[in-house]
């Protein structure tokens, strides 16, 4: 079992940027791939990046690879999301998920465990 909570979510100005954590429980967090996902109202979730066990790979959607950065520290079982030069349109719940198996993933039914979710707005 394992368990996930975000923080870091919050308000910005466009043009900003923010480091969203997710702290994992359990004493084996490096044998987990990572993801970020994103959702607003009426929407579906969005993958938005990922990253394997020993953080030597990483994967980022296409349209936000250029802004968005994902890392972990399985030292502080810690995975992060660095989004620069952030627009309205970022504006989501942004959550992390974990899969065991050591391998990143893009779709969220890959992954068994979830975070609540941290809420990060953008104003323009």
């Known amino acids: 079992q394992v368990q996930l909570v975000e923080s870091g979510g919050g308000s910005v100005q466009a043009g900003g940027s923010q480091r969203l954590s997710c702290a994992a429980s359990?004493?084996?967090?490096?044998?987990?791939?990572m993801g970020w996902f994103r959702q607003v109202p009426e929407k579906e979730r969005e993958f938005v990046a990922t990253?394997?066990?020993?953080?030597?790979?990483?994967y980022c959607a296409d349209s936000l690879k250029d802004r968005f950065t994902i890392s972990r520290d399985n030292a502080k079982n810690t995975v992060y999301l660095q989004m620069n030069s952030l627009k309205p349109e970022d504006t989501a719940v942004y959550y992390c998920?974990?899969?065991?198996?050591?391998?990143?993933?893009?779709?969220?039914?890959?992954?068994?465990?979830w975070g609540q979710g941290t809420q990060v707005t953008v104003s323009s």
């Open positions: 990253i394997t066990g020993s953080g030597s790979s990483t």
């Open positions: 998920a974990a899969r065991p198996g050591y391998r990143g993933a893009v779709s969220e039914y890959e992954y068994t465990y």
């Open positions: 359990g004493r084996t967090f490096s044998s987990y791939g």
